[in-house]
Each structure stands twice: as structure tokens, then as C-alpha cells.
């Protein structure tokens, strides 16, 4: 993968891309008024496009993405507001807690659970495709909303670029509250927006294993998203949260009964 910069760029923030560059190990090409289909083409790979904002979006052959929390600042002011999200009843995060988001995507569940865990809880999110998870990260420690709280909400999600199998196995027993999962959605739905963009990129699926190393990993409950209509929830042993208004539904393995 390459990094560039926009048309117009200021040439004092050069120094930011090739700092990204360094940090991510990506080649960084001069743009030289040339356009980002050209250098596709040229390159033969993804490109990433750094803007005068220093924002980031990636044009690979079939999309343009780039972070922005989307519905979760939505999301995110109910739940300053004290109002009920459907996530946060499903895990019954409380402060001081630590959450393990197994299938980051662009974020927004984690998001949802630094808000309510705060500076005294641990939000670790897994991503393993590389360019989501290089979105994500950058994204979520400078992009600036006119909101405090869910700025610093953002800073303090630990993302991570790996598998989450992988990880988990690394664990030990009952040393994180609550792991979720919210693998890439097996039908289509209609109100899935937020994830459209990444649905060309990312990976499905969720395997044996994985549940396997969360029961034993988590100390409270292990979570899983899905599509109302999904298997998963009665083959993993979930008890499924019924929510007759919506297609997609929380599924708990309580651990500490
Ligand atoms: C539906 S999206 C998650 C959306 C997320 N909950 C949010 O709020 O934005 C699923 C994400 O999990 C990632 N994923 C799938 N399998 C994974 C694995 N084995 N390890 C880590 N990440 C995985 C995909 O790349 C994708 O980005």
C-alpha cells in the first residue's frame, strides 16, 4: 500500500505523511499533480490519500474510504444523554470495567463502550484487515468532533492489528469482562449504512475456536451481533435478546452466573 497526498497539499505537512509512512511501513510517493486513478494504474496497488485536514481515505479499486464515526456520534450523544443503547444493554459495561471488541470495523461499538467504561476502563479493539485497521487507529486518535467527551472517548480505544482468534489464545482465563463479537453480517440489511463502505474490504465469519477462547477468556459475558435471522446465536449456545423492531439482535453467554 502507498501513501500521497491530496492535489493541494500544504507542503509543511509533508513531514506528517512521511511520519504515517514510517509508522506503518507504506511507501510514500510524491503526488506531483498527478491524479489517484493515474497512480493506481502506475503502481499497480491501494493508494492512501492524506488531505490538508490530515485526514485519511483510502482508494483501492472499487471504493473511497475514510474513517468518520457516522451514526455512532448519534449513538454516542444518547448515551452522555443517559439514554438506552441496545449494545450496552446486551453487555452491561459499567465503568472501571475491560472490553475486548473482537471485530473492531470502523469502530463504532467501541466507541459506544469507551464512553461508558471511561479513563478507568480498557477498551482494546481487534481488527485484522490491515488497511480498516490503519483507518481506524489513525482516525480514531485525530479525528476531532465538536464533543469533549467522545474526542477523548476515542484517544483511549487500544487498537490492535490482528486476528482475533490469535489473540485471544493469548489470553489468560477470565482476564477481560466482556468480549464481543459483531463479525461481518451474513444477509443483507438495509440499515447496516455504517458498514457498507468497509463490506467490499473486510472478512466474514466467526469460527468455533474463537468462542472456544472467549468463554474462557471472558469473566462476565461474551456478546455476539447479528442478523435476527442468524444460526450463530442457538449454534454458539447465545441467548438470543429479542428486539422486535430490528433485524439485527445481541445474543449473551453469561460467565459469571
Ligand atoms: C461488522 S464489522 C464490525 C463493525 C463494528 N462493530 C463497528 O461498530 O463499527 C466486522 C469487522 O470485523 C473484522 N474481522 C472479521 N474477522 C476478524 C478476525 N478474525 N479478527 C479480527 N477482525 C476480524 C472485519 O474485517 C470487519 O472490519
Redesign the pocket.
Known amino acids: 500500500m502507498l501513501i500521497t497526498s491530496s492535489g493541494r497539499f500544504n507542503q509543511e505537512n509533508i513531514s506528517v505523511i512521511k511520519d504515517i509512512a514510517r509508522r506503518y511501513n507504506l511507501d510514500y510517493i510524491e503526488r506531483k499533480k498527478q491524479s489517484i486513478s493515474h497512480l493506481m494504474e502506475r503502481y499497480n496497488d491501494d493508494i492512501l490519500v492524506v488531505g490538508n485536514d490530515l485526514s485519511i481515505h483510502l482508494k483501492d479499486e472499487k471504493e473511497v474510504i475514510k474513517y468518520h464515526p457516522n451514526i455512532?456520534m448519534v449513538r454516542a450523544k444518547r448515551v452522555i444523554n443517559q439514554q438506552s443503547d441496545a449494545f450496552l444493554e446486551a453487555c452491561q459495561l459499567k465503568a472501571r470495567m475491560s472490553f475486548l471488541?473482537?471485530?473492531?470495523?470502523?469502530?463504532?461499538?467501541?466507541?459506544i463502550a469507551s464512553i461508558v467504561l471511561g479513563s478507568s476502563g480498557t477498551i482494546t479493539a481487534?481488527?485484522?484487515?490491515f488497511k480498516?485497521y490503519l483507518l481506524l487507529q489513525e482516525g480514531l486518535q485525530n479525528y476531532q468532533s465538536h464533543n469533549d467527551k467522545i474526542n477523548e472517548a476515542m484517544r483511549r480505544v487500544e487498537v490492535v492489528h490482528?486476528?482475533?482468534?490469535a489473540?485471544l489464545k493469548k489470553l489468560e482465563d477470565n482476564s477481560v469482562d466482556v468480549v464481543?463479537f459483531?463479525?461481518?453480517?451474513t444477509m443483507e440489511l438495509e440499515e447496516?449504512i455504517?458498514?457498507r463502505p468497509?463490506k467490499s474490504?473486510?472478512?466474514?465469519?466467526?469460527n468455533d475456536e474463537?468462542i472456544i477462547e472467549a468463554k474462557r477468556v471472558a469473566r462476565k459475558k461474551v456478546v455476539l451481533?447479528d442478523d435476527f435471522r442468524s444460526q450463530r446465536f442457538s449454534y454458539f449456545g447465545f441467548r438470543q435478546i429479542i428486539r422486535k423492531s430490528s433485524k439485527f439482535h445481541f445474543g449473551v453467554i453469561d460467565i459469571d452466573l
Not at 474490504?201 to 466467526?206: M, P, Q
Open positions: 455512532a471488541d473482537c471485530t473492531a470495523g470502523l469502530g463504532a461499538d467501541s466507541l481487534l481488527e485484522n484487515n480498516l490482528t486476528d482475533h482468534t489473540y464481543y459483531d463479525p461481518m453480517f447496516s455504517g458498514i468497509i474490504i473486510a472478512k466474514t465469519g466467526l474463537a451481533k
